[in-house]
């Protein structure tokens, strides 16, 4: 699955989030200048943050698992914390 947010945060900061956030769910097999990968035993979430005309970043999470699987929950959640990065008066609604 893939999923796609655009982000006002700088594709660095974007990058230092899935770090931390999925860094401590899962362990890094890839780093890319733009992209990070992280895969465990519920599988696979690729990270990727491509600046986007002006000041927005396209951030891409992306799964090797069908939908709803726990690696896709982990990448929507990701998702639902760069909406808190940005905003921090956000409250996340989900059962991911």
Excluded: C, N
């Amino acid at each position: 699955m893939k999923y796609f947010h655009r982000s006002h945060l700088a594709p660095d900061a974007v990058l230092a989030a899935a770090a931390r956030f999925l860094g401590e769910r899962l362990t890094p097999v890839e780093e890319h200048p733009r992209r990070r990968k992280f895969a465990g035993a519920i599988g696979q979430v690729a990270v990727s943050a491509q600046p986007e005309g002006g000041h927005y970043t396209l951030v891409t999470a992306e799964t090797d698992q069908v939908g709803e699987s726990e690696a896709d929950k982990l990448a929507k959640r990701f998702l639902t914390v760069m909406h808190q990065l940005e905003h921090p008066s956000h409250r996340p609604i989900g059962a991911y």
